[in-house]
Structures are given as structure tokens and as C-alpha cells.
């Protein structure tokens, strides 16, 4: 392998993690405050990436530029809309009862949900490069990239990870969603309503699933069966690094976005195989992920 | 409480594979679906073990992927077959592979559990899909119609012949895993749920009987998928995705996951919704599949089985 080839496997590997850490993180943040790993996630990832392009397909006449809120648009309105739908409507009346059943309704939803985008959008593969287009190449150390992978990408991951960071930190309405999340009895007993704080994770988690997915219709040929692979991606990153751990989340998603932009390279058959492989390793070794806590056993 | 409860299960069991046996004769096209239905009741019956210890695999495919690869691999690399070969094949392989990834994951519990198989599961489909000179990637590998005890079969005999196959299995199966729970090495399967540590107190070993019904689970996994490859005439890696690991579970759970019969119950459903949806609504069966799964959880969280019970008995405190 030359310098060139690693060069792009490294600017590949990065734009790549950008996105899927969008999605993982909005997968962990669920399962951090609600317990409930959303198999439904993927599908929110494949919505939104269809909304933005149908959005920005619609836009882009009038002009180009408007592409880039058409694909912000599309993410809020996935995330405020199925997110809503699925933490009101189906998850709402369960919580409290047994874990299967959560996982199931969701995994429910996901049946809906890839069954409704074959339906609205068809089988045939949509493009929409416009924003991708908009943005001048550059040049890294020789090699022509697009800035929109090399830049806009790990910019939007980077201020989501340090906006998470701070939001739950330094804010009020973040202490209260950790509050929640360490105790929700002692939480509500001070007043806080965790129905809501739920309500509102989920809207945020999922609103992440949709930005990712509206950021990648840019640069990939949108196909059905793409929710269906995301989600297993971002399990495997979200359980790899530890559920709930939001940095862990964005060192995993990028060690797997790496290693798999070298491995197709390098051995492009097993590029499916990585993130997996990785998973298996690594959660043999430590059950609780990378960056996940040692859960002591209870009695 | 389990006498008057099992019995009229036990009844309509008995009634269902009745109705299995001697419906397809008088209905030629019910011959495949039941094959089907009986096939994937089988693999439904080793989630539905584990379900009685708590634990929800969503890796269960890489079984049934197995038992399938297994009669495709003989039928493509040594030729012919014998579906008491296939299946045999089928189960000595996916018990060796149960034993393997279960020796790891009885060390998990819960979604840990759940994870752990659903990232075994996806290393086998990748590489079923990638090791293209073996496998055909993604288009699968043909099985040819294979005899039974050196006798061959026209098509319209061998839907039959291969339901009665699978409707013998079926019952053995049926019976082996009700006297497996009843026994005391299925009560610790069962306590394991309840409460772990105080099995452990009585001086078990948790992850012993884990992964002895984890084991049973495999078999049960391989051999529906030794049937269901030879029904379908095809191995596909498809056979091993997540997705169906889901679909597994749900019908686990449509059927009811406390009675060894919900696991037929449920596929009886499963299969009939999915017959009948994608003969007249060809687009949207998944949708009605997954509108009816909402309406099982949310109004019958215990399954069709369940239903009966809600009316018998009170809840008993918690879950």
C-alpha cells in the first residue's frame, strides 16, 4: 500500500466514522436515559436520508444552497415525528414491563418502517449529490478529496460531540436527563417529569439517526435494506465502546471506520466483517464495552 | 397450577398437528406451508428454551443458517443426499457451533446475551456472503431434492413426503422440550429467570445449565434450518441476518413464550399472515406482520397462549 492509498483509507475511514457515530449516539444516548435499545434506529438513519434527498431533489432548483437546510430539515422532522410517535405510541405503555417486549416493539417498527419506504420511495436507488457537488475539492497532502466528506462531516460529528458533552453537563435540562437516568424514582420524587425527559431523548436520539442518515444521501446512492445494515453498524459501535458512553462512542466509531477504510483497501471482501469481528473481540474481553462501566452483579 | 393449565394445551397440540397432518391432503398448496409452519415451529421451540431462562438471542439465525449450509454444502461439494443424512449433518453441526459461541456467551446475561449472539450471527452472514468460491455469495446455493431412505420422489409426492418429515420431528421435538422443562434440569433453566444467584446458592452452576439449553437450542435451530433449506430448495446467507433472528423472536413471542406449543402457535400465525398477505397484498405483508406484533405486545403481551390464560387465572405479582 502507498502513501496515496493510506492517505485516502485515512480520509475515507474518517468521513465514514463521522457518520456512523451520528447514529450510534443517538442509539446510546436511548439506551442510556431509556433503557431500550431502539431496533427501529436504522430505520430512522434510512428516513432520513430519503426525506433530505426527495427534500433536496425538490429544492435545488430554486437553489442549490437550500439544500444544506432541506437536509437539516428532513433530520428534525424524522426525529420529531417517527422518534415521537415511536416513545409516545409504542414504548410509552410498556415501560416497566419485561425488556423483550421493548426490543420487540421496536424491532415492530422496523418491519413498519422498511416496509413503508419501499412503498413511498420504491426499490430503484435515488441520488442526490447536489450538496456534495457544492463544496470545492481540496487537497490533502496531494490526494483531492470533497470537503464536504473530509470536512463538513467530522466539523457536524465534532460539534455534536462537544454539544452533547456540554448539554449534558452544563445545562440544566442535561443534569435533569442524567438525573433521570441514574435514579428515576428519586428524580421524580423532586419533581421531575420523566415521562417527558423520555419523550424528549428520544426525539433527540432519533433526530441524530435522521441527521446521519441525511448527511450520507449526499454521498451515497440511497438503496432499500440500508436501515437494516445500519442498525447492526451501530449497535456493534454503541455496544463496542459501552452503551451510554458518549466519547467511547465516538473513539469506536472512529477505530471501526479506520480499520474497515484500510480493510477495503486492503481486503475489500471482509469489510462487512470488521465492525463485527471487532464487536465479538472486544465484548469477550470486556462484556461492558471499551469504555463501559464494571456492572456489579445484583442479588 | 400446571395440571390444569397444560392440559388443554397439550389438547390443542394434539389437535394441531392433527390438523397438520390431514389438512395438506385435502389442500395440496397447505402441504409446503405446513412443512414450513412445522420447520420453523422447531427453531421457534429452541428461542422459546431460552426464553424461559430470560435470555432473548438475537443471533438465533446462525443455527438455522447452519443447518441449512450444511445440506447445501453435501449437495454441492459430494452430490445427491438423503434428508435423514441432511439432517443429521444439520444438527451435528449447528449442536458443535451452539456448543462453541455458547461456551462464550453464557457468560452474558440480557442484552449483553442478546448482543453477543447478534454479533456471532453477523460474522457468519458476512461470511457467507463474502466467501463467494464457497458459498455463491448472496445468491445462496441450490439444494436439490434429496430421497428418503434411497427412495426418490416426484415433487408433488416429495411436499409431502418432507411434511411428514417435519411433522414427525415436529411432534418429538414438541414432546423432548415439554419433558426437558418439566424436568429438574429445565426447572433450573426456568429459576435462572427468577432469580439466579439463589440457583447458584443451591449449588449450581448458572452457566452450566445455560448452556446445556443453550446447546438444545442450537440442535433445534439446525435442524429447522436443515428442513426449511430443503422445503425451500435453497441456502441463502439471508437464512442467517439479523433479521431473521428477529423474526424468530417474534414469533416466540406471538405465540406465547411459557408454553413449548406457543412456539407452533406463533408460526402457525406467522406463516399464515405472511401466506395470505403476500398473496393479496404482495407489497405489504411486513407492514401487516408488524401492525399485528404491536397488537400482540401492547393487548396480549403473552402471546396466543396467554390470551387463553388471562381469562383462567390472575396475574401472578411482577413477571
Known amino acids: 500500500m502507498n502513501s496515496t492509498l493510506a492517505i485516502l483509507a485515512v480520509l475515507d475511514g474518517i468521513s465514514y466514522a463521522a457518520l456512523v457515530f451520528l447514529v450510534s449516539v443517538g442509539l446510546s444516548l436511548i439506551f442510556g436515559v431509556l433503557r431500550v435499545v431502539n431496533v427501529a434506529h436504522g430505520s430512522l438513519y434510512a428516513f432520513g436520508a430519503y426525506l433530505a434527498a426527495t427534500f433536496s431533489l425538490a429544492i435545488a432548483p430554486i437553489s442549490p444552497w437550500l439544500t444544506y437546510p432541506a437536509l437539516l430539515a428532513a433530520s428534525i422532522v424524522i426525529g420529531v415525528v417517527c422518534g415521537g410517535f415511536i416513545e409516545r405510541f409504542l414504548l410509552r405503555p410498556l415501560y416497566g414491563r419485561d425488556d423483550v417486549l421493548q426490543l420487540l416493539i421496536t424491532f415492530a417498527a422496523f418491519m413498519i418502517m422498511d416496509n413503508l419506504q419501499r412503498l413511498i420511495w420504491g426499490v430503484q436507488p435515488i441520488f442526490a449529490a447536489e450538496p456534495l457537488k457544492l463544496l470545492p475539492n481540496i487537497s490533502v497532502f496531494g490526494v483531492n478529496y470533497t470537503s464536504y466528506q473530509v470536512l463538513l462531516l467530522p466539523g457536524v460529528a465534532l460539534a455534536t460531540l462537544f454539544g452533547l458533552r456540554y448539554f449534558l453537563r452544563k445545562t440544566l435540562a442535561g443534569a435533569v436527563i442524567l438525573a433521570v437516568t441514574e435514579d428515576r424514582e428519586a428524580s421524580t420524587a423532586i419533581g421531575i417529569d420523566a415521562q417527558r425527559v423520555y419523550f424528549l431523548t428520544f426525539v433527540i436520539g432519533a433526530s441524530f439517526a435522521a441527521l446521519g442518515g441525511a448527511l450520507a444521501s449526499p454521498t451515497t446512492s440511497l438503496v432499500p435494506g440500508m436501515g437494516a445494515d445500519m442498525i447492526v453498524l451501530s449497535f456493534a459501535v454503541a455496544a463496542t465502546a459501552g452503551l451510554g458512553q458518549i466519547e467511547g462512542t465516538a473513539l469506536t466509531a472512529l477505530m471501526i471506520g479506520l480499520t474497515r477504510a484500510f480493510v477495503i483497501y486492503l481486503q475489500p471482501e471482509f469489510e462487512v466483517l470488521v465492525p463485527y469481528l471487532l464487536m465479538v473481540l472486544v465484548l469477550l474481553v470486556r462484556p461492558f464495552g471499551l469504555f463501559g462501566a464494571v456492572q456489579v452483579r445484583k442479588i | ?319
Not at chain 2, 415451529?41 to 438471542?57: C, E, F, H, M, R
Not at chain 2, 395470505?276 to 396480549?300: C, E, K, N, P, T
Request: glycine share 12%; charged share 10%.
Open chain 2, 1 to 319: 397450577m400446571m395440571a390444569g393449565r397444560i392440559k388443554p394445551i397439550t389438547i390443542a397440540a394434539i389437535v394441531f398437528f392433527l390438523v397438520s397432518a390431514v389438512a395438506p391432503l385435502f389442500v395440496a398448496s397447505w402441504a409446503t406451508l405446513f412443512a414450513l409452519i412445522l420447520a420453523k415451529g422447531i427453531v421457534v421451540l429452541g428461542i422459546v428454551l431460552l426464553l424461559q431462562a430470560g435470555q432473548v438471542s438475537f443471533g438465533h439465525a446462525m443455527f438455522f443458517a447452519t443447518g441449512a449450509y450444511a445440506a447445501a454444502f453435501w449437495g454441492k461439494f459430494i452430490g445427491g443426499g438423503d434428508i435423514l443424512l441432511f439432517l443429521v449433518l444439520g444438527g451435528v453441526s449447528s449442536t458443535m457451533f451452539g456448543l462453541i459461541v455458547g461456551l462464550f456467551v453464557v457468560r452474558y446475561r440480557e442484552i449483553f446475551f442478546g448482543m453477543l449472539n447478534l454479533a456471532f450471527s453477523m460474522v457468519l452472514w458476512s461470511l457467507l456472503e463474502k466467501m463467494f468460491h464457497y458459498t455463491n455469495g448472496a445468491d445462496g446455493i441450490r439444494v436439490a431434492r434429496p430421497g428418503l431412505l434411497g427412495l426418490s420422489f416426484t415433487p408433488e409426492a416429495f411436499q409431502y413426503v418432507i411434511l411428514y418429515v417435519s411433522l414427525a420431528i415436529a411432534v418429538i421435538a414438541f414432546y423432548a422440550v415439554q419433558r426437558y422443562l418439566d424436568s429438574p434440569l429445565g426447572h433450573m433453566l426456568r429459576a435462572m429467570k427468577s432469580n439466579e444467584t439463589r440457583l447458584e446458592y443451591l449449588g449450581m452452576s448458572a452457566r452450566r445449565v445455560l448452556l446445556i439449553g443453550y446447546v438444545i437450542s442450537a440442535l433445534l435451530g439446525g435442524i429447522g434450518g436443515t428442513l426449511v433449506a430443503i422445503i425451500q430448495q435453497i441456502a441463502t446467507p439471508e437464512f442467517g441476518f439479523w433479521t431473521k433472528s428477529g423474526e424468530f423472536v417474534f414469533i416466540a413471542i406471538l405465540g406465547g413464550g411459557a408454553h413449548a406449543f406457543g412456539a407452533f402457535a406463533g408460526a402457525a400465525m406467522f406463516e399464515c399472515v405472511r401466506f395470505y398477505a403476500a398473496a393479496h397484498l404482495a407489497d405489504s405483508w411486513q407492514l401487516i406482520l408488524g401492525v399485528v406484533l404491536i397488537v400482540i405486545i401492547l393487548y396480549a403481551p403473552n402471546g396466543l397462549i396467554g390470551l387463553r390464560q388471562r381469562y383462567g387465572q390472575a396475574r401472578q405479582g411482577g413477571h
